[in-house]
């Protein structure tokens, strides 16, 4: 299969079950918005040894906020309920409550699972906060030094999937690089999903422990290392590829991660220099969701 | 005391001892290097509930980075050396090290305390990895997807300062939140500082413990809430006075920090519609430094 | 008329006939499309004094563009048929054609009006260059040294609306200032309308002619200039009032302007230290179209 | 001559007199300078067809602003000086005063030179204009809605040197892109210098004249086209390159574009899949200067 002329490989990315909370943050202008995103998801790459997994999911226009005010979809992701609680709360209270301008909403109301964060952050209030019922959502006022912070009550979490991925493999590094780029600002579009490493993208793809050092949980994948190309067996570099990046996609469904997989592959196929793609799995021992490259595409 | 029509109080920043740990990461750009920085000292406003305090230093030009490349100085602070190294670690390797591009340096190579981060981190190159000798420092070179990530054996640390700070006072939030990312932009211009809260700016500045709820470590400062301005005993907030923001500075030495708050007040007080400048203190009775607002300008 | 707390004047804009021409850009990335976009609809503020006025007018997903990439709207305007051929011509020959990796659609392909300036652009080809039915369009292939440009034969245009406007009046410049900034943020997302000003924003809002300087075409408005308003007779500046921008939309139909104004409208009253929305015109005596503000809203 | 593995060729950019006018615009905050320099320099690439030549030189912090404020530094450039008062007037008058909370200071204030842009400027007032000595500088203070602009009366210019230039060839493309952007980064650092084509870059390099259209001042550089090596004879293009971009300076002084050229370079060489670096000359008969690779590295 080729699009663009690009070979897709026929093979699938395989994910696995982690635990999704989705916050909306709003501020006065979509700087703000972004700052607060990004430092309520950073350090949180993966679990292997950020305390979460965390990323931008997209834009919220002012249309759709309920305060409308330009706003954010993040995502914070940890393998139980229980860290996943620890997370919200010490990141917002210290990330997003502390930055200019943000209100915080819960962005899975309709969920099943609840933790009533703005609850415990109000606190902070020392006595000064107060409920109130508005946009039709229960929230809480602080006064700050800045003007009042409002947070919701609650935030929703779910059962969603992680690991979600592709490989892009192109005949220069820098190829490769504006294509994983591409790849992630089209998946910044997609409705329930984020690409938690730095700017979305893995530099560093891994395979799973280490033939070598026992003691580590995930190792450099050398198969697909280029300056490996001819010092490993079995090495998955065609020749005249150079560098490969790989995009990792974790969200609040299977579907949401399919529809992000192929609006990245699709926007980084377009890039001059890519020349395939392709993605990673363990032979479907490990993960509980398999999804086909030429299925979704 | 005034600057540009700007009253400054006659008052004092109180300021602690912390552990401060630097580097310098380079990438194949300036946006490279900005994305890996925002996510390896990301989750860092406050030890409060975060695990590191953390931000960029400033931007290190091709002509000052080893490799010639664009480069930014970032800071991490813990309290501890223990807690120091193990955020070194993770940081490192799960946001430098997975970020496009980039390679780390020791940014503090002349200090007596040296982790060797570096060495830890090469074993994700499962016995593919090998040191060289490289512009003169010590590295190990790990092979990735991407090609070859480079990190220096070692990164020094020291003891530095936490918590300097200036609180902007303005008429309306908005010339408030203008002239404190004024002051943040400028403070990035200083060598040795950074202002570890999102986007350098406290939208929440607080008070030690709490009034009213003897869990909370720390609480809203209600005497600089401008909304509890007629609610609250001692309020020090001045009529007409309707947006406060504190900027927090860390950095490696009490002078960087002093020349970091001069640099940050006076391009705060250029902003129309700021009236006043002071500062938060315990009454000189916790912190070990003492920053005087009028000695420093 | 109030809206969040802000006073909407019971006013309206008054706007003119002009030509539009409308482009899209699409490049690699949306970094070369915004650069493409910024460069050639430079210098184009106001037909007083610059050869056209001109601004982005959208993005345009890689879902709408023919050829899958990142895009950009941008809309050119001059007064006349004539002087719009000349200014695409030298527009998109010389800071769209020369830009890195950009192509040239016609944006208004059902448009009466057709220039065909893709046919005349391709004469910088020396020879070299070739026809092709690409995308469903009639494209022309320029080799370049970056690799081949493409561009559409024909360029089309239309009658359209220049002048709508509104004023953002606050209690201090820079609410003002962040309000007009959302406000020109929301425009963006409106389908025909551009903001032709630096950053889309009107500094500087005049009235036609002059009271003393009779070879000025436009002076200050001194009506609303803040620092004026103890100066003049009947100021419209209310009393706490201390920072006035105006925001100009030109658009392919009074129908866009409309939306537009109505959509920056509502992002401007979101900010703090805004107290009222108005209109310029001139008494419904110059002007084809009349805009009340409280019909829109 | 080899830089980094990438080699240099043993040739010589020739370049040619224009003359420059430099001003120096502040803001209230690095964004609105640069938003300002963006449209007052925009619809500037080469006089083949646009007014004018123009472009940012570099920023200028706050230290170095007679009013403290962040600022940068514009140039424009035309042939003679009567078009450089025209385009300095025309331009200032359009995208600098009607931009929110600029400033504009001459930025050649010791040239022989001096056009009194601001003193006719400053007619926009209608008569509630001022004159005032501030900063040391003799400026005109007008108001407008925003408040009150500042505009120092005279503006300076000079003989300065155009075509300065440099071209990256690439394996690919996007390494050629990706290089090109961290040259004219880089040459942002250097005093003195602008790259007047969009984002810097010229994707399109010309040769005078053509050889098939006799009414065309300029086409493509059909030896430098990758897509053409095969079809053209002396192609320039070596094996395995297939992209090239152009580079080109204008400065105030010959001394001024060797050093822009210099950094430009060193940046580039520095991207993984640059290959090669050369110039564009004439064989020396067309222009004043020659500025040879080898003796400025």
Redesign the interface.
């Given at each position: 299969m080729k699009i663009?002329g690009v070979e897709i490989e026929d093979t699938f990315a395989e994910a696995f079950p982690i635990k999704v909370a989705r916050v909306l943050i709003t501020a006065?202008?979509?700087k703000?918005a972004r700052?607060?995103a990004?430092?309520?998801?950073?350090?949180?790459?993966?679990v292997?040894?950020?305390?979460a997994e965390a990323g931008v999911e997209r834009l919220a226009?002012?249309e759709e906020t309920p305060?409308?005010?330009?706003g954010i979809y993040i995502q914070i992701c940890t393998p139980s309920f229980k860290t996943l609680e620890e997370q919200l709360?010490?990141?917002l209270?210290?990330?997003?409550?502390?930055?200019?301008?943000?209100t915080a909403f819960n962005g899975l109301p309709d969920a099943e699972k609840q933790f009533n964060v703005g609850f415990k952050l109000k606190?902070?209030?020392?006595?000064?906060e107060s409920a109130e019922e508005i946009y039709g959502r229960k929230m809480w006022r602080?006064?700050?030094?800045?003007?009042?912070?409002l947070v919701e009550e609650n935030f929703g979490a779910c059962d969603g999937v992680a690991g979600g991925n592709f490989?892009i493999l192109?005949?220069?590094?820098?190829?490769?690089?504006?294509a994983?780029?591409?790849a992630v600002?089209?998946i910044e579009?997609v409705e329930g999903t984020i690409t938690p490493?730095?700017?979305g993208?893995?530099?560093?793809?891994?395979k799973v422990g280490?033939?070598?050092?026992k003691?580590?949980r995930?190792?450099?994948?050398?198969k697909?290392?280029?300056?490996?190309r001819d010092?490993?067996d079995a090495s998955q570099i065609p020749e005249g590829v150079?560098?490969?990046?790989?995009i990792v996609i974790n969200g609040i469904s299977e579907d949401a991660v399919r529809k992000a997989m192929r609006a990245g592959i699709?926007?980084a196929v377009?890039?001059?220099?890519v020349v395939k793609i392709t993605a990673g799995n363990y032979g479907g021992k490990l993960g509980k969701y398999q999804i086909p490259l030429h299925e979704i595409l």
């Open positions: 663009n006065v202008n979509e703000w700052v607060a990004a430092e309520t998801t950073g350090f949180g790459t993966s292997i040894m950020c305390p226009t002012s305060d409308g005010r330009p709360l010490a990141r209270g210290q990330c997003t409550l502390t930055c200019p301008t943000t606190f902070f209030g020392d006595g000064f602080v006064p700050l030094m800045e003007g009042d912070f490989f192109a005949k220069e590094q820098m190829p490769a690089l504006i994983a780029e591409n600002a089209a579009r490493f730095p700017g993208i893995v530099a560093s793809g891994s280490s033939a070598k050092y003691f580590m995930a190792t450099t994948n050398e697909f290392c280029p300056t490996l010092k490993v150079s560098g490969v990046y790989e699709l926007a377009k890039v001059p220099g």
